[in-house]
């Protein structure tokens, strides 16, 4: 068998078929149903608080706040009411010792003197205005500074919390490097609105954001149709969505202890779907021994199963463990020119021995891309990524071929999982039942389209990536060919920005 005809074989374990997809819909679908009903399911499903999306026509100054790993984020934002928006912000790393502080006040105190060093430096007036009005109260025991406007703040905080209300949410545990125990338990924005008390600053913590669900508002705000966007995916590093729910399908929220009371009169909720850890029982998900090994060998084996199939984070790996198997069978020829005449550039290829090849994680996702996209004559730019990204010296064309074949493959089926996700949650919300009422070619009015946000590296960049999803949504028989022209699939930038701030804004009116 030729090198080729053995890497197709291989590819071939990627292919996810039209039935497997629809398998994988249903199973979304039941899945969600489940994530509604009781904590525990493999999808979290998890309520936010937040009961409706914007529509462009708001308007204001708001803050946002982001604390998402190493640096702590401050923006304002001015929302015009016409879709648009200006931001400002400012960007300073969390010095080490806070992050394992022995007391949260440490850190978040902290936090609160650099929204104070932003208010200083971009809402000056505003700040010395009720800084003047608060000595004035003090001095007459008049209510001068409640005259002065409070910013109302969204808090992006991106580590596990227990959401038990729009601005109220207590801290499962630490990742990315933090190590606080003493904030173990305790409500992040109360531990963050105490310190910003305790500085006299004009600002209220008006919600607890995720920054999946700020995605899905961005996109709400800008996109250009009428109605709100359904749906938020991040489709990046990792895997997320954030969707609309109605409020009566989900049941648990009447089990949930210590949640605060919420505006029931949109009659929606927005959900935190969790869906990287969709099927982590491996019910439909498409499982090669590349899939398996990567699993095993991680840090978190048999969750995120869903993730470990379709993010940024783990293509390059899948690509390096099929890569490595060929290398290692002794009838494949891959990057196993031993002369220079079986050889197009005319000289040994060989494998550095400190190669990424070898080692776990050692394959960046971009170079699935490289491979995808590459148009080259002989492959040109491939083998010159091979070379420069893991010492593969002299490549032929046919090793940059079939590592393409390959890439395709494994970028192909993340594509189509992803579509399951967004297909299923577009079903489930019952947006297009009238899709049988158009037909193909038919115009597309404003009012029948459903608006879907997404970001991410891989949505944004990868070759082919958006077409690969819309080719799978014409296979599922609920969304059809007419069903995939209503849906506008947009880039929804900065929800941890913008859309922090909008969640602070519909959650100050619904206090109102």
């Not at 003197?113 to 009005?133: C, G, V």
Request: proline share 3%.
């Amino acid at each position: 068998m030729s090198l080729l005809e053995e890497v197709r074989r291989v590819a071939k374990e990627f292919e996810y078929p039209p039935e497997e997809v629809n398998k994988g819909v249903k199973e979304f679908i039941r899945q969600m149903d489940e994530g509604l009903q009781r904590t525990g399911s493999d999808m979290s499903q998890i309520p936010t608080y937040v009961i409706s999306v914007p529509n462009g026509t708001e308007k204001g100054l708001y803050l946002a706040v982001d604390l998402g790993g190493t640096n702590f984020r401050v923006c304002s934002i001015q929302l015009y009411g016409n879709t648009t928006f200006s931001l400002s912000q400012s960007k300073v790393a969390i010095p080490r010792e806070l992050m394992v502080a022995k007391t949260a006040k440490e850190l978040f105190s902290f936090l609160a003197k650099q929204i104070e060093s932003f208010l200083k430096a971009h809402h000056n007036d505003h700040f010395q205005a009720y800084t003047e009005a608060r000595k004035a109260m003090s001095a007459s025991d008049e209510p001068a500074a409640e005259e002065i406007e409070i910013f109302q703040l969204g808090f992006t905080f991106s580590f596990p919390v227990n959401q038990l209300g729009i601005n109220k949410g207590t801290l499962i545990r630490w990742t990315k490097g933090f190590d606080i125990d003493d904030a173990i338990g305790k409500d992040v924005c109360e531990l963050l609105q105490t310190e910003i008390d305790a500085l006299h600053l004009p600002v209220r913590v008006a919600a607890l954001v995720n920054d999946t669900v700020g995605t899905l508002m961005a996109r709400s705000y800008t996109s250009p149709g009428k109605s709100g966007a359904l749906l938020g995916g991040i489709f990046g590093t990792g895997t997320n969505g954030a969707y609309v729910e109605k409020l009566d399908r989900i049941t648990k929220l009447a089990t949930t202890e210590g949640g605060a009371d919420y505006d029931k009169s949109t009659g929606n909720m927005i959900i935190n779907a969790e869906w990287g850890s969709f099927d982590n029982s491996m019910n439909v998900l498409p499982n090669t021994t590349y899939d398996q090994e990567l699993d095993k060998e991680s840090v978190n084996p048999g969750l995120q199963m869903f993730e470990k199939r379709v993010s940024g984070m783990y293509l390059g790996e899948i690509l390096r463990r099929a890569i490595l198997a060929l290398i290692k069978d002794p009838k494949v020829q891959l990057f196993k020119h031993e002369n220079s005449s079986s050889n197009d550039v005319h000289s040994t290829t060989s494998i550095a021995e400190d190669s990424g090849l070898y080692r776990q994680w050692g394959i960046d996702t971009s170079l699935l891309s490289i491979a995808h996209e590459d148009q080259s004559a002989g492959y040109k730019i491939t083998r010159q990524a091979l070379d420069r990204e893991l010492g593969v010296d002299a490549a032929s064309a046919e090793d940059a071929e079939a590592i393409k074949i390959l890439a395709e493959a494994i970028g192909r089926r993340s594509a189509r999982l992803s579509a399951v996700a967004i297909g299923a949650v577009v079903i489930s919300a019952g947006n297009l039942a009238k899709s049988g009422d158009f037909s193909d070619t038919e115009e597309v009015s404003e009012d029948e389209i459903v608006d879907i946000g997404v970001d991410g590296s891989l949505v944004e960049y990868y070759p082919g990536f958006e077409e690969c999803i819309r080719e799978a949504f014409r296979e599922i028989p609920e969304i059809g060919q007419a069903g995939e022209r209503r849906i506008r699939i947009g880039i929804a930038k900065d929800g941890s920005g913008v859309g922090a701030a909008l969640i602070a804004l519909v959650a100050s009116a619904a206090q109102k």
